[in-house]
């Protein structure tokens, strides 16, 4: 994978997550006039799988080296205190969301989106919700994919060792997982609610284990998957095939009732053939085409750029502010002025505080770097008094 000089990190990730991320706001706020132009209505997957994929590839490519100096223990503890800060953010939003609702309701007619939400447990009873809440057994609506990316951080670094010398076999089980799950309908409790994990980790695991063996060969300067004429055509061809299938709303595909859904259908929570597939396919394109790395690289993709490295900041804050938004239309009809400022203004605010971090960061490192050159300096070299 190409990446950006200087940084040695791939610009055509952090692009792409920033996307990913504008467009997960963008559909948490439903009924707005802008999520038609996202990426679900033209493809069997959305965002949230390209995010998925993409989260993997960065775990490969950031953490796989560790475990490559055979310090075992201490690439273990590089991924897991990297869950640990999602888990603390996880948490943070969902109080922060719960108690935004908890004000709004002494103002505003938001029951019913409250409901919707599966906030209400924690306006009804707080203390039981909150230990829900901190055993991930209860997730709000839209807060979903946070536990999801845990638990796949949980797990990484069995993948990762098993990836870094047998990829195909560590691919092999994760799909025996994903199959598995599908068949017999494997998936993590949630409280509070009919049905398990919206992200069902027991099958979109596979779907982070793609991204995973993408970042391992990428950190070993290679292709997980070289570039085949036949291969690009049918991966094109079936984005073709999907792109006029959504597009033109079909519904089913032919024969679908045939099948289990997970297998032939869209369903999401078991990750759904159709949209792993597609995803997959996207990717591969997408990384043949030396033209999308050299738009990627343009000017007008620094916003986005910027958000895809200040990633988690940027959900964070995203999530909450979607639940702003969609307190704030409640009851409302769609009005296409008003969806503009709000989400204009919801998407400024995300990239205001990825350049906020991004320059708070810089300014850290800055002062790292004159420390450690101080303590560099010999006698000799001191200035004088």
Same mark, same amino acid.
């Given at each position: 994978?190409?990446?950006?000089?200087?940084?040695?990190?791939?610009?055509?990730?952090?692009?792409?997550?920033?996307?990913?991320?504008?467009?997960?706001?963008?559909?948490?706020?439903?009924?707005?006039?802008?999520?038609?132009?996202?990426?679900?209505?033209?493809?069997?997957?959305?965002?949230?799988?390209?995010?998925?994929?993409?989260?993997?590839?960065?775990?490969?490519?950031?953490?796989?080296?560790?475990?490559?100096?055979?310090?075992?223990?201490?690439?273990?503890?590089?991924?897991?205190?990297?869950?640990?800060?999602?888990?603390?953010?996880?948490?943070?939003?969902?109080?922060?969301?719960?108690?935004?609702?908890?004000?709004?309701?002494?103002?505003?007619?938001?029951?019913?989106?409250?409901?919707?939400?599966?906030?209400?447990?924690?306006?009804?009873? !707080?203390?039981?919700?909150?230990?829900?809440?901190?055993?991930?057994?209860?997730?709000?609506?839209?807060?979903?994919?946070?536990?999801?990316?845990?638990?796949?951080?949980?797990?990484?670094?069995?993948?990762?060792?098993?990836?870094?010398?047998?990829? =195909?076999?560590?691919?092999?089980?994760?799909?025996?997982? =994903?199959?598995?799950?599908?068949?017999?309908?494997?998936?993590?409790?949630?409280?509070?609610?009919?049905?398990? =994990?919206? &992200?069902?980790?027991?099958?979109?695991?596979?779907?982070?284990?793609?991204?995973?063996?993408?970042?391992?060969?990428?950190?070993?300067?290679?292709?997980?998957?070289?570039?085949?004429? =036949?291969?690009?055509?049918?991966?094109?061809?079936?984005?073709?095939?999907?792109?006029?299938?959504?597009?033109?709303?079909?519904? !089913?595909?032919?024969?679908?009732?045939?099948? !289990?859904?997970?297998?032939?259908?869209?369903?999401? !929570?078991?990750?759904?053939?159709?949209?792993?597939?597609?995803?997959?396919?996207?990717?591969?394109?997408?990384?043949?085409?030396?033209?999308?790395?050299?738009?990627?690289?343009?000017?007008? &993709?620094?916003?986005?750029?910027?958000?895809?490295?200040?990633?988690?900041?940027?959900?964070?804050?995203?999530?909450?502010?979607?639940?702003?938004?969609?307190?704030?239309?409640?009851?409302?009809?769609?009005?296409?002025?008003?969806?503009?400022?709000?989400?204009?203004?919801?998407?400024?605010?995300?990239?205001?505080?990825?350049? &906020?971090?991004?320059?708070?960061?810089?300014?850290?490192?800055?002062?790292?770097?004159?420390?450690?050159?101080?303590?560099?300096?010999?006698?000799?070299?001191?200035?004088?008094?």
């Amino acid at each position: 994978m190409h990446r950006s000089s200087g940084s040695g990190r791939d610009h055509r990730i952090d692009v792409l997550r920033g996307i990913c991320l504008a467009m997960i706001f963008i559909n948490h706020v439903p009924g707005n006039h802008f999520e038609a132009w996202t990426s679900r209505n033209f493809g069997f997957s959305d965002a949230a799988e390209a995010f998925v994929l993409i989260s993997g590839i960065s775990v490969g490519l950031a953490y796989s080296g560790g475990f490559r100096s055979g310090k075992l223990r201490d690439g273990v503890v590089k991924v897991w205190r990297r869950a640990r800060t999602l888990y603390g953010v996880h948490i943070a939003i969902t109080l922060l969301a719960g108690a935004l609702f908890a004000a709004s309701l002494t103002v505003l007619d938001v029951e019913k989106l409250a409901t919707g939400l599966n906030v209400d447990p924690l306006l009804q009873e !707080p203390l039981a919700a909150l230990a829900a809440v901190a055993g991930l057994v209860h997730q709000l609506g839209y807060f979903d994919i946070l536990p999801l990316y845990i638990a796949l951080l949980l797990a990484a670094p069995l993948y990762i060792v098993i990836g870094m010398h047998r990829p =195909w076999t560590m691919l092999a089980g994760a799909a025996a997982l =994903w199959l598995a799950a599908g068949l017999f309908r494997l998936n993590l409790p949630l409280l509070y609610a009919d049905h398990g =994990w919206q &992200f069902n980790p027991f099958a979109w695991q596979l779907l982070f284990a793609f991204g995973l063996a993408g970042g391992i060969a990428a950190r070993q300067g290679r292709k997980f998957v070289a570039y085949r004429p =036949w291969l690009f055509a049918l991966a094109s061809a079936w984005l073709a095939f999907c792109f006029f299938w959504a597009a033109t709303r079909q519904g !089913p595909l032919p024969g679908a009732d045939m099948l !289990p859904g997970f297998l032939y259908g869209y369903d999401k !929570p078991y990750l759904a053939l159709p949209r792993l597939l597609h995803v997959l396919a996207l990717a591969y394109v997408l990384t043949n085409i030396g033209a999308v790395g050299r738009l990627l690289a343009m000017k007008a &993709f620094r916003p986005a750029d910027l958000m895809g490295r200040q990633s988690l900041a940027v959900f964070a804050a995203g999530s909450l502010l979607a639940v702003f938004v969609q307190i704030v239309r409640f009851g409302e009809p769609a009005n296409l002025v008003g969806d503009a400022l709000l989400i204009s203004g919801g998407l400024l605010m995300q990239y205001s505080l990825a350049r &906020f971090m991004a320059e708070r960061k810089a300014g850290a490192q800055r002062t790292r770097d004159h420390a450690r050159a101080g303590r560099n300096v010999t006698p000799a070299e001191a200035p004088a008094a």
